[in-house]
């Protein structure tokens, strides 16, 4: 654990590796262990490599700059961009700059906190190699816009007035299954449901201007898509990031050459297939299922929907048409890149050095090396995306109290939590059942041993007598730590609040809470704050205090 200052404030941070809930292929790409490196391209900790990868990168086939500029540029305006945006879109016009790109689901009023960390991440990574290297870094971020899972994006979460975790979902009056979030269309009740936020909230100092500014990006008209983007570049306006809404149909016709050899050569299923079995070879899971039959590419017609490969053509798995593939090359505007195919479309679009991910995006990127090959393109560097815990002063006075580190009630909450309750427990009673179970625990064993030996078919009943009298104990001890918990109710209190702002909804706070409510108490000079603090050259999980 590393100690920085920010603000005259402390600002503790803990490795990424040392956070729950992992999986194996992304821990080890963490810790530089196992064989994890053997599925990506470059070290994201050794930047010794990166020129070499920077010049392959710009000698690959992209798409037309100056297009995909114009195209970008006539995006970043209509969503309201600032000079600085502006500015950036002006350097990537250069054929020799570079690109640090992100990319999320476009959640209602931003998404989660993470979404936020991982635009400020690419802003300031795209700032300081640009300084270090002398040439034009820009800083992207790419809207998933074609996602029609709206469960997943339709909500805000935030603490009430009373601490607790609580969602807003945005329920529209007509119904919008398998619509991508480009063509759901807000309407008037995403006003009723800014209104049920702020009146749930702790009322704060900006809470006025920063909800008539959401109302302003937020608004009856606007698609879910466009709402996000206006949102996040008045966010990010001081960092300048470009906003790449790649549902655009001039987008579409760019990425063709892409979308072209996937549908003719069926390049990405045979390369997954092939790493699918290297990462199990290396006990490690694919995070992306595989259905061989159909291509990486969705097809847009009444919703978003799977294509079939059918003979020489592809059949839309919706209303089971048979498209021919001219059909489906005669329409890139209804074609819409699936997970495995969006990174390969979206650095043929952009000179991409690095993208930076979460845990997740680690996991599937790993799949991902064979199908560059396949394609005859360089595999960007997958740069851990850098996380954030943000403490309010209450809830570092409860930890200070209790004397538990956000450290260790990040990397062991269940034990954190198992001591805050065992902490309350009368002395002579914890003594007294731990005297009772401990030699139980210790000669049941012998016990059944025994038994074993006197009578083999009393074996199973031995066994389970004994669980069950360690159990009986157990639910002893658990009743004796609700009637402490009943006596001491603000031990309790102080712990469920800590639960909610910490670990709200049982996941990390960054997964769950909005930037909003934050907005609303500490000011817009809290991004500031969080890109001053952020980051990228050693990712980390940073405990801030705000």
């Known amino acids: ?79 309201g961009a600032g000079p600085e945006t502006l500015a950036q879109l002006d350097r990537l016009a250069d054929p020799q700059a570079l690109a640090i790109v992100t990319g999320q689901q476009v959640g209602l009023f931003g998404g989660p906190l993470y979404t936020l960390f991982k635009a400020l991440a690419v802003c300031k990574m795209a700032a300081e190699l640009s300084a270090e290297w002398q040439r034009p870094v820009v800083p992207v971020f790419y809207l998933v816009s074609e996602d029609h899972d709206i469960d997943e994006i339709r909500w805000a979460g935030y603490l009430d007035r009373s601490h607790v975790f609580q969602k807003v979902n945005y329920e529209p009056r007509t119904a919008v299954d398998r619509l991508p979030a480009a063509q759901v269309q807000l309407d008037e009740t995403i006003l009723l449901l800014q209104q049920q936020l702020a009146e749930q909230l702790p009322f704060g100092e900006f809470q006025i201007e920063v909800m008539a500014a959401l109302a302003e990006d937020y608004r009856p008209g606007e698609t879910m898509a466009t709402a996000f983007a206006r949102w996040s570049l008045r966010l990010l306006r001081g960092q300048g990031i470009i906003i790449l809404d790649a549902s655009d149909d001039r987008l579409k016709q760019l990425m063709l050459p892409i979308l072209r050899r996937e549908l003719e050569e069926n390049l990405s299923i045979p390369a997954m297939m092939t790493t699918n079995q290297q990462l ?246 809290l991004v500031d704050r969080l890109y001053e603090t952020i980051s990228w050259r050693e990712p980390a999980h940073q405990i801030m205090v705000l």
Request: net charge negative; proline share 6%.
């Open 1 to 79: 654990m590393e100690t920085l200052r920010d603000d005259n404030r402390s600002v503790r941070q803990i490795p990424l590796s040392d956070l729950p809930g992992l999986t194996a292929i992304t821990r080890d790409y963490l810790q530089h262990q196992g064989r994890a490196a053997d599925f990506f391209n470059a070290d994201f900790s050794d930047r010794s490599g990166w020129p070499k990868l920077a010049a392959e990168v710009l000698g690959a086939g992209h798409a037309d700059r100056r297009q995909l500029v114009d195209i970008l540029r006539e995006q970043n305006i209509r969503f």
């Open 280 to 525: 199990s070879d290396a006990g490690y899971h694919a995070q992306l299922a595989l259905q061989p039959q159909r291509p990486h590419l969705f097809w847009l017609e009444e919703g978003r929907h799977s294509l079939e490969r059918d003979g020489d053509g592809f059949r839309n798995l919706h209303n089971n048409a048979l498209l021919s593939l001219q059909d489906v090359l005669s329409h890139p505007e209804r074609l819409s890149p699936k997970a495995a195919l969006r990174p390969l479309v979206q650095d043929f679009l952009l000179p991409t050095l690095a993208y930076v991910g979460g845990p997740g995006e680690i996991a599937y990127w790993a799949q991902l090396k064979g199908v560059y090959a396949a394609f005859g393109r360089p595999m960007p560097v997958v740069m851990p995306r850098p996380g954030m815990t943000l403490l309010d002063a209450r809830a570092e006075k409860w930890l200070q109290k209790y004397e538990i580190t956000p450290e260790a009630y990040l990397t062991g909450r269940e034990n954190v939590e198992e001591k805050w309750r065992q902490a309350g427990m009368p002395a002579d009673l914890a003594a007294a059942l731990a005297s009772v179970r401990t030699p139980i625990e210790q000669h049941w064993q012998d016990v059944q041993m025994a038994i074993q030996h006197l009578d083999p078919t009393l074996s199973a009943p031995c066994e389970k007598t004994g669980a069950g009298i360690l159990h009986a104990i157990e639910q002893l001890e658990a009743k004796a730590l609700r009637a402490v918990e009943l006596k001491e109710k603000s031990r309790a209190d102080h712990l469920h609040a800590l639960q909610q702002s910490i670990w709200p909804g049982g996941q990390l706070q960054e997964r769950q809470l909005n930037i909003v409510p934050l907005l609303c108490k500490q000011g817009w000079g």
